[in-house]
């Protein structure tokens, strides 16, 4: 005989899963988050589409003008250049700095913690803050006006973050593997690039994703030393934008979304998604 079924006609063996509210109402808060984040960076695509003169959305008509006029004109693609030359550069010197840091914080040595909030206080001053300090003291050691000064204003930046992320991939390497590697005759650089450097890709993948996007889009610092033979990108949209609301500004915004994509592209293609967080 079947199983017995209950007055309503269910199965008597059946049971309704309760409603996790909880869980419900964070994930719809999680979301509303998410699209209040999320939703002026989609709305600027479509604006840099539109036959207007200015900036209005929903766009009228649909157009490329707007990207013509940025790869085509001088002061859009040098602010550009400058952008990608600067973030290439903070990158290279961040993780240059980075390394050989992290390692060296894998021992104990005196001073350890004074000097470890020494490299990440940058991230608890104002960037306001850092600006005017180094408007003040750039120009007395002679780099006002070139791309060093900028770039070691980012790297005040992009050291720090490069030092948490690959500190945070060293603390899951085995030291045996590296002290057998040793125990075989390699020396301690080719340690790193055989054994440690593989076994922390990912960490070392996100310190520079995160140090070019920092770059890249970093204003505050750079309106303080930027000048008009270094405008970079941000600085130049903030220049438009003081003048008129042209769909230029929106276009060379939506360059800077599909350069974010291409990153998270080529995150997807050569580590995958998932583990980029292990």
């Given amino acids: 005989m079947q199983a017995s079924e209950n007055q309503s006609g269910k199965p008597s063996g059946s049971r309704q899963m309760p409603i996790d509210w909880p869980d419900v109402g964070f994930k719809v808060f999680c979301f509303v988050i998410l699209a209040y984040l999320v939703l002026p960076v989609i709305m600027v695509i479509p604006t840099a589409f539109t036959e207007s003169v200015r900036i209005t959305f929903p766009p009228q008509g649909f157009s490329l003008k707007w990207f013509q006029k940025f790869f085509t004109n001088p002061l859009w693609l040098n602010a550009f250049k400058n952008s990608l030359i600067i973030a290439v550069s903070t990158c290279v010197i961040s993780i240059g700095l980075a390394i050989p840091t992290s390692l060296a914080f894998r021992k104990r040595f005196p001073g350890k913690f004074t000097l470890r909030l020494i490299i990440l206080m940058p991230w608890f001053v104002p960037e306001i803050l ?131 994509l291409g990153e998270l592209v080529l995150i997807s293609r050569f580590i995958g998604f998932q583990t980029l967080y292990k």
């Avoid at 850092?130 to 992009?158: C, D, E, Q, R």
């Avoid at 040793?182 to 340690?191: A, D, E, F, I, P």
């Fill in 130 to 260: 850092i600006g005017i300090g180094l408007l003040m003291f750039v120009p007395k050691i002679g780099l006002y006006g070139n791309y060093l000064s900028v770039i070691i204003a980012h790297t005040l930046w992009g050291l720090p973050i490069s030092f948490l992320i690959i500190s945070t991939g060293l603390n899951s390497v085995d030291p045996a593997l590296e002290e057998a590697a040793q125990t075989m005759g390699s020396n301690s650089l080719r340690v790193f690039f055989e054994v440690t450097a593989p076994l922390i890709k990912n960490a070392l993948v996100s310190a520079v994703l995160f140090c070019f996007v920092l770059s890249f889009n970093e204003f505050v610092m750079s309106y303080f030393l930027c000048t008009p033979d270094i405008m970079t990108l941000p600085i130049n949209i903030w220049s438009m934008l003081r003048t008129g609301f042209s769909p230029i500004v929106a276009a060379s915004s939506t360059v800077v979304i599909l350069i974010t």
